[in-house]
Structure formats: structure tokens, C-alpha cells
């Protein structure tokens, strides 16, 4: 069986077409990120016309590339919800079009729960395992039982990590997106300033994040600081909240399997702590490689692939959300 999955919940426009017995035949994904460098952040308006305009060559490049012929494709899966509303949009509207001209089902998929099956690509998890997902929208703890089964633990009750990065990053005029650059830069530098773990003590799964950019913001306007050293502070500290809720959602739950996914888990200091914690406290641990811890669509072919097989298709009147939460969405046309 094959699908054509498509993605385009924020600045990535992105198409894939998967197999389930020979996996990737081709992918293709274009990022946005130059266009929206100068404003320091997703420009909504621009991230849908950029998606408009790009969604036609990049799959007629992807049907050259592969000499894949569109007709063998049996559904089209595409990224309903979550995201920025108009980009979900130009992505469904280009799904159901083609759904029509090939008259093929169309599969709709959770973005998160694409990105928790990332990791499923290079191999599939044991149930039931712990999922971290760390992106510039959410910083979500969900215990996963079965496919479609998604218990939401906690997460954060203001910005969502990925987005403190990019913040921070805007907030020293580092530019977009602000994760790779302070991963970057955080090498180099030595955690000298104090800065807070809001809610690291709390015996919950909720963690917060906008007054840790508060605290950065501090010392930037004092003016004289040290990039390096400033980065290397702030990536300590989410770290630090990103370890203790990990651990205690493990205490809890007794459960020692983890996944992390989401463009966050592309970052060398959280791969490098929770290996080194994976192997000091014996716990299983699952990163997608990096290329697959960003926005892409293999993850939304797979989950598609996973929902197709249930006998999940979606009604032809079916209308993007900016937010269905994953543990309904589980449920959903079941
Ligand atoms: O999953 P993703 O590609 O898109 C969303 O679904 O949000 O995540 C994008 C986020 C951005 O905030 C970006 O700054 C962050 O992931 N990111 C990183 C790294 N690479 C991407 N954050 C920290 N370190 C990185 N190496
Ligand atoms: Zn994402």
C-alpha cells in the first residue's frame, strides 16, 4: 500500500511517499526559514503563501525524482491539526483536491502524533512507552498505550520550549530559528548565570517557560553579557526541567521506555543528558535521528499508514483546527 502524505501545519511545506512494506520512496521538504529570519518567528500570513506556492512543484519534483506514478498512490494522508489555521488550510485543500482528481480516501493525522511515531520510522518502540515532545508549538508528556491511545501526563502551562528558544534567540537578534543557533552557541560558553527553574519542584507534569525568557531578558538589557555563556545558562535550565519531569513522570508511571520527538529533540545537550541518564538509571531511550525530529512528512505517511490500516478515513467535508487535542484525536472516526 502506498500514501502521499503532506505537511504544512507551520514553515515547513513537506511531501512523502511511503510504502508500508519498502518504507520512504521519496521525500521532499522545503523550509521557510530564510523568509521568516527577519521577523525572528513564523510570520502566519507569509507561512501560508509560501505553502500555496510551493505545494504544486515540489510534488511534481518528488513524481520526477522517484518516476513514481501519483495513480498507484491508494490515500492521501495529510497534517489536520495542530498548527497555524490558514497553512493547515492551503495543506487539506490540496489534500482534498487531489483526493478527488484520484479518487482516493483521505487520511487525516495528528502533527504530534506524526511526531511520535518519528521514531517508529528507524524502529518501532515497545508499549507502553513515555513520549516527550519538545517543538516550537508544544512541550507535551503524553504516556502512549497503543496506537491511537494517548494519555496526556502534562506540559506547559505557557511557552512551549522550542519557542523560548526562538525567543531568546530574537531577544539577542541571533535570528530564526533560534534553536540551532543557541545549540550552536551554548558549546562554546560556560553556564555562569542564575537563572530559574520555574516549577521544577512541583510534584506535577506542568512546567513553565516565559518567566525563564524573562529572566534572560534581565540581563540582556543590563547589556553586557556573553552570548556563549548566556545560551549555555538558558539551555541548562530547560534542560534541568525537562530531566526532573521526565524522571518523576517515570516514578510515577513505572514506566522506563522514552521517546523524544519535535525539532527540540534535535538538540546535542538533550541527546547528550538523557543518553548518559538513560544508561546511568537504566532506562530505555528512543531519539529520532535530527532530520526526523523537525517538521517533515515521513511522520505523517507512517501515522496515516497506521490509521488507514484501522479503517480510519475522513469525511470529504472535513475542515483543518488550529488545536484538537491528541487524546481526543486519538479517538476520533474510530
Ligand atoms: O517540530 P518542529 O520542527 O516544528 C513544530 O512543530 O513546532 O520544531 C521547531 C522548533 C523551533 O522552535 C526550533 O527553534 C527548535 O524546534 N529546534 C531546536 C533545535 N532545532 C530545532 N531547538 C533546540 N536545539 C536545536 N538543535
Ligand atoms: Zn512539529
Given at each position: 500500500m502506498h500514501t502521499l502524505s503532506i505537511e504544512t501545519s507551520c514553515d515547513e511545506t513537506a511531501l512523502c511517499i511511503y510504502s508500508d512494506e519498502k518504507g520512504v520512496i521519496g521525500d521532499i521538504i522545503l523550509s521557510q526559514a530564510k523568509v521568516h529570519f527577519p521577523y525572528g518567528g513564523v510570520v502566519p500570513e507569509l507561512s501560508a503563501r509560501e505553502h500555496t506556492k510551493n505545494l504544486l512543484p515540489l510534488l511534481d519534483k518528488l513524481l520526477k525524482d522517484t518516476?513514481?506514478?501519483?495513480?498507484?498512490?491508494?490515500f492521501i494522508s495529510f497534517t489536520l491539526t495542530p498548527g497555524l489555521i490558514l497553512s493547515l488550510v492551503v495543506g487539506a485543500s490540496f489534500a482534498k483536491a487531489l483526493a478527488y482528481y484520484l479518487k482516493k480516501p483521505l487520511v487525516p493525522v495528528h502533527h504530534l502524533e506524526g511526531h511520535i511515531y518519528s521514531v517508529f520510522l528507524e524502529k518501532p518502540v515497545e508499549y507502553p512507552f513515555l513520549a516527550l515532545i519538545v517543538s516550537g508549538g508544544h512541550t507535551d508528556i503524553y504516556l502512549v498505550e497503543s496506537f491511537g491511545n494517548y494519555l496526556f501526563l502534562g506540559g506547559t502551562l505557557d511557552d512551549a520550549v522550542g519557542e523560548s528558544y526562538d525567543k531568546v534567540a530574537k531577544l539577542m537578534d541571533l535570528g530564526y530559528p533560534g534553536g540551532p543557533i543557541i545549540d550552536q552557541l551554548a558549546k562554546g560558553g560556560n553556564a555562569i548565570y542564575k537563572l530559574p527553574r520555574p516549577m521544577i519542584e512541583e510534584d506535577s507534569f506542568d512546567m513553565s517557560f516565559s518567566g525563564l525568557k524573562t529572566a534572560v531578558r534581565k540581563i540582556i538589557e543590563k547589556g553586557d553579557y556573553l552570548k556563549e555563556d548566556l545560551s549555555a545558562s538558558f539551555q541548562e535550565a530547560v534542560m534541568d526541567v525537562l530531566e526532573r519531569k521526565i524522571l518523576l513522570a517515570m516514578e510515577k508511571t513505572g514506566i522506563k521506555r522514552l521517546v523524544i520527538v519535535g525539532g527540540v529533540s534535535a538538540n546535542s545537550e538533550l541527546r547528550r543528558r538523557f543518553k548518559e541518564k538513560s544508561q546511568k538509571l537504566g532506562f530505555e531511550l528512543h531519539i529520532p535521528h535530527p532530520k526526523l525530529s523537525t517538521d517533515n512528512a515521513q511522520m505523517i505517511a507512517y501515522a496515516g499508514m497506521e490509521r488507514f490500516k484501522r479503517g480510519i478515513v475522513a469525511p470529504e467535508n472535513i475542515n483543518p483546527e488550529p488545536n484538537i487535542p491528541l487524546e481526543i484525536f486519538g479517538k476520533l472516526w474510530s
Amino acid at each position: 500500500m502506498h500514501t502521499l502524505s503532506i505537511e504544512t501545519s507551520c514553515d515547513e511545506t513537506a511531501l512523502c511517499i511511503y510504502s508500508d512494506e519498502k518504507g520512504v520512496i521519496g521525500d521532499i521538504i522545503l523550509s521557510q526559514a530564510k523568509v521568516h529570519f527577519p521577523y525572528g518567528g513564523v510570520v502566519p500570513e507569509l507561512s501560508a503563501r509560501e505553502h500555496t506556492k510551493n505545494l504544486l512543484p515540489l510534488l511534481d519534483k518528488l513524481l520526477k525524482d522517484t518516476g513514481f506514478d501519483i495513480k498507484r498512490i491508494d490515500f492521501i494522508s495529510f497534517t489536520l491539526t495542530p498548527g497555524l489555521i490558514l497553512s493547515l488550510v492551503v495543506g487539506a485543500s490540496f489534500a482534498k483536491a487531489l483526493a478527488y482528481y484520484l479518487k482516493k480516501p483521505l487520511v487525516p493525522v495528528h502533527h504530534l502524533e506524526g511526531h511520535i511515531y518519528s521514531v517508529f520510522l528507524e524502529k518501532p518502540v515497545e508499549y507502553p512507552f513515555l513520549a516527550l515532545i519538545v517543538s516550537g508549538g508544544h512541550t507535551d508528556i503524553y504516556l502512549v498505550e497503543s496506537f491511537g491511545n494517548y494519555l496526556f501526563l502534562g506540559g506547559t502551562l505557557d511557552d512551549a520550549v522550542g519557542e523560548s528558544y526562538d525567543k531568546v534567540a530574537k531577544l539577542m537578534d541571533l535570528g530564526y530559528p533560534g534553536g540551532p543557533i543557541i545549540d550552536q552557541l551554548a558549546k562554546g560558553g560556560n553556564a555562569i548565570y542564575k537563572l530559574p527553574r520555574p516549577m521544577i519542584e512541583e510534584d506535577s507534569f506542568d512546567m513553565s517557560f516565559s518567566g525563564l525568557k524573562t529572566a534572560v531578558r534581565k540581563i540582556i538589557e543590563k547589556g553586557d553579557y556573553l552570548k556563549e555563556d548566556l545560551s549555555a545558562s538558558f539551555q541548562e535550565a530547560v534542560m534541568d526541567v525537562l530531566e526532573r519531569k521526565i524522571l518523576l513522570a517515570m516514578e510515577k508511571t513505572g514506566i522506563k521506555r522514552l521517546v523524544i520527538v519535535g525539532g527540540v529533540s534535535a538538540n546535542s545537550e538533550l541527546r547528550r543528558r538523557f543518553k548518559e541518564k538513560s544508561q546511568k538509571l537504566g532506562f530505555e531511550l528512543h531519539i529520532p535521528h535530527p532530520k526526523l525530529s523537525t517538521d517533515n512528512a515521513q511522520m505523517i505517511a507512517y501515522a496515516g499508514m497506521e490509521r488507514f490500516k484501522r479503517g480510519i478515513v475522513a469525511p470529504e467535508n472535513i475542515n483543518p483546527e488550529p488545536n484538537i487535542p491528541l487524546e481526543i484525536f486519538g479517538k476520533l472516526w474510530s
